[in-house]
C-alpha cells in the first residue's frame, strides 16, 4: 500500500495545529489545579466557604485571596471556552476528511463521558469531563448557526446563569424551612460532619466510595443543573471565538490590547470587590449564594478574555520561547495532565496514599500546586519527545475511531492571518 493510499485510508490524517490553542489550553489546565487542591486538601464545603476549616488569616488569607481574585473560575472559564473551540475543529477536520462529523462527535462525548464518570466516582467528585461531555453533545446542536447565532445563544445562556442566581437569591426567602437548613448544613457542615467526611477519605480505598458516591452525586445534580448554563455559554463562546480568528491570534495587536485592558480593567476589580465582600459578610450562605456570586461570576468571564489576549499577545510577539513551548506541551496533553492532576494529589490527600487531607495549610496547598504544575510541565515535555500525542489522548482517540488511530503529527499552523483550519 503506497503512502498516500495509507494516509487516506487512517482514521486520522495529517490536520492543523494551532499552537495558540495549545498554549491557552496549557496555561488553563494547569491553572485550575490551584483551586482544585482546595478540594482534596480540605472538606468539601471548605472550597466554596473558607471559614468552615482552618485559619482564614496571615499568609493563609493572602493565598486565598490571590487564588480567587486571580484564578478561581478564570481559568475554567477559559477551559470551557477552549472545549467549545475543540468541538468546531474536531467537526471541521472530520467533515473535511469526508468522514461522519456527528457520529464521531457523539462517540468522543460518549467516551469523555465514561472518562468523567471513572474520574468522579472512582477519583475525585470534583470532576468536570461528565458535565462536560453532556453539554459538549448539546454544543454541536448549534453548530449549524451562523457565528451571529451562536454570540445571540451565547448572551442569552450568560443572561439566563445571571437571572438564575438573581432567582435563588430571592427565593431563599421563600423556602420551606426544612430545604433551606438542608442547603445551610451542606454549605456549613457540622463538626461531626466533618470529621466524619475526613474520616472516610483518610481510610482505605473501600471506605472512601461511599462519602465520594456521595459528595459527586450532589455536585453532578445539584451543581451541574444550577451552572450548566453558564458552562454551555462558555463553550459557544469558544465556538465563536475560534470561528472569528480570535484564538488563532488573526486579530491585530491593537485589538488584542483593547480586549485585555477592557476585561482586567473591569473584570479583576469586579473580582476583588467580590472576595472583599465575601470577606466582609464572612461568607454568610445567604449572600455568598446569592447576589455574592455576581461580582465573579461576571468578573471571572472579563477577565478570561483578559487572559486569552494576553497569551495570544504573548505568542505572536514571543519572548520567553522555552515556557512559552512548555505550556503549550501542557495544552497539547490536557486530558493526560487534567487526570494526572487528580491521581497525584488523591495520593497525596486520601488515604490510600499518604493521607495528608485536612493537614494542609491554604499557602502550603498553593505551593503545592505549583510545584505538581511544574512537574506535569516537565513530564509533558518529556513526554512528547518520545511520543506523538499524550497517553490518555491517544486512548481517548482509540475509543472515538474504534481502531488505532494513525501517529501522523499534526502539522503546524503558525497563527497568521489568512490561514484556514
Not at 493510499?5 to 499552537?19: E, F, G, I, N, W
Not at 490553542?21 to 464545603?45: E, K, T
Not at 471541521?92 to 462529523?101: R, V
Request: proline share 4%; hydrophobic share 50%; net charge positive.
Amino acid at each position: 500500500m503506497d503512502a498516500s493510499r495509507a494516509m487516506a485510508d487512517s482514521p486520522m490524517v495529517s490536520y492543523p495545529r494551532y499552537h495558540s490553542l495549545d498554549l491557552i489550553r496549557g496555561v488553563a489546565v494547569l491553572a485550575i489545579l490551584i483551586v482544585n487542591i482546595w478540594a482534596f486538601a480540605m472538606p468539601l464545603a471548605a472550597y466554596a466557604n473558607p471559614p468552615v476549616w482552618g485559619d482564614l488569616t496571615g499568609a493563609n488569607k493572602t493565598a486565598w485571596l490571590l487564588s480567587y481574585v486571580l484564578v478561581q473560575e478564570k481559568f475554567i472559564t477559559i477551559f470551557s471556552i477552549m472545549f467549545g473551540a475543540g468541538v468546531t475543529l474536531f467537526a471541521e477536520h472530520a467533515e473535511s476528511k469526508g468522514q461522519p462529523a456527528a457520529s464521531l462527535h457523539y462517540r468522543r462525548m460518549a467516551t469523555l463521558l465514561l472518562f468523567g464518570l471513572i474520574h468522579a466516582y472512582g477519583i475525585w467528585s470534583g470532576d468536570v469531563l461528565v458535565a462536560y461531555a453532556i453539554l459538549g453533545m448539546i454544543v454541536y446542536w448549534f453548530l449549524p448557526l451562523r457565528s451571529r447565532g451562536i454570540l445571540l445563544s451565547a448572551s442569552v445562556l450568560v443572561a439566563i446563569s445571571l437571572l438564575l442566581i438573581l432567582l435563588f437569591g430571592f427565593s431563599m426567602q421563600k423556602m420551606p424551612a426544612e430545604d433551606l437548613a438542608e442547603m445551610r448544613n451542606f454549605w456549613s457542615p457540622s463538626q461531626e460532619a466533618i470529621t466524619q467526611e475526613l474520616a472516610s477519605l483518610r481510610a482505605d480505598y473501600l471506605s472512601q466510595i461511599p462519602v465520594r458516591a456521595k459528595n459527586t452525586f450532589e455536585l453532578q445534580t445539584m451543581v451541574f443543573s444550577f451552572y450548566s448554563f453558564r458552562l454551555l455559554a462558555h463553550m459557544l463562546i469558544g465556538v465563536w471565538l475560534y470561528r472569528s480568528g480570535f484564538l488563532a491570534g488573526r486579530l491585530n495587536d491593537s485589538a488584542y490590547v483593547g480586549v485585555m485592558l477592557a476585561g482586567f480593567g473591569i473584570g479583576l476589580p469586579m473580582a476583588y470587590t467580590g472576595a472583599n465582600q465575601l470577606l466582609v459578610h464572612d461568607f454568610a450562605f445567604d449572600y455568598a449564594m446569592g447576589t455574592g456570586q455576581l461580582w465573579n461570576n461576571i468578573g471571572s468571564l472579563l477577565m478570561a478574555f483578559g487572559y486569552m489576549s494576553l497569551f495570544l499577545l504573548w505568542h505572536r510577539r514571543g519572548g520567553l520561547n522555552a515556557v512559552r513551548r512548555a505550556l503549550e506541551n501542557a495544552g497539547r496533553m490536557a486530558f493526560t495532565i487534567y487526570l494526572s492532576s487528580s491521581i497525584i494529589c488523591s495520593l497525596i490527600f486520601y488515604g490510600h496514599g499518604l493521607g495528608l487531607m485536612g493537614q494542609m495549610e491554604r499557602w502550603q496547598q498553593l505551593v503545592l500546586a505549583l510545584t505538581i504544575c511544574l512537574l506535569l510541565t516537565v513530564f509533558a515535555a518529556f513526554w512528547l519527545q518520545h511520543y506523538k500525542q499524550g497517553p490518555l489522548e491517544a486512548l481517548w482517540r482509540r475509543l472515538t475511531y474504534g481502531r488505532r488511530a494513525s501517529s501522523t503529527i499534526p502539522h503546524s499552523v503558525q497563527d497568521k492571518p489568512g490561514l484556514n483550519p
